[in-house]
């Protein structure tokens, strides 16, 4: 017991010390429209978009100090879903792709779905749905979800295990998984278990 309280008190210490210290950095705010604002992807160093809880995409011009409503998705907001995730695909220059990852109502409950846009003009056109996870439950929480890509263009999607742990090591579910997919949203067909999951 002695040893925890002495490293409590070190860390208490130490957080002291930070705050009480003149720090390097002074803090701006650029935007502060923003409502429960959820995931980001920067066009440019000065150029993002930002999702929002509620189902809004945002264009931010930091440098302009402006944002701007350009899409709004039929997301469920139910506990902790709404527009999950954006990222944009490795090759957006040519191609304008950007994918999101919002909570949806279906039959039996709710479940994650992954969407694909075109960013043109600055607006979002073209909302298609890639993939519609068998990750369905009532329940209203652990929906997931992130978007990353590799250098070979195969996107990552996190579902969250919908507040059953079970859901993890089940194979007949995609919650509380990582999806390996192609930017068309389907499984890579090197994938493991890829006989087994559905989608």
């Known amino acids: 017991m002695k ?3 002495q490293s409590v008190l070190l860390w208490i210490l130490i957080i002291e010390a930070v705050l009480a210290a003149e720090l390097p950095f002074k803090v701006q705010t650029l935007i502060s429209d923003l409502r429960y604002p959820w995931g980001m992807a920067f066009i440019t160093p000065t150029e993002l978009l930002i999702t ?25 907001q ?7 995730d954006i990222a944009l695909h490795p090759k957006f220059k040519q191609n304008r792709w950007v994918y999101l990852t919002y909570s949806k109502a279906v039959t039996g409950g709710y479940t994650t779905v992954l969407a694909r846009s075109i960013f043109n003009d600055g607006q979002l056109k073209q909302i298609k ?6 990750a ?3 329940a209203s929480h652990h929906f997931g979800s992130r978007i990353v890509f590799d250098q070979q263009g195969y996107l990552y999607m996190t579902i969250g295990d919908r507040g059953d742990r079970r859901n993890s090591q089940r194979l007949d579910t995609h919650a509380g998984k990582v999806l390996r997919l192609t930017a068309e949203g389907k499984p890579a067909k090197d994938n493991p278990f890829i006989s087994h999951l559905k989608g």
């Open 3 to 5: 040893w925890i309280f």
């Open 52 to 76: 929002e809880k509620g189902g809004a995409v945002k264009y931010i011009q930091l440098n302009k100090q402006t944002s701007k409503t350009i899409a709004t998705l039929p997301v469920a």
């Open 78 to 84: 139910v506990g902790q879903g709404g527009l999950l």
């Open 129 to 134: 749905e890639l993939l519609l996870t068998s």
């Open 136 to 138: 369905t439950s009532r």
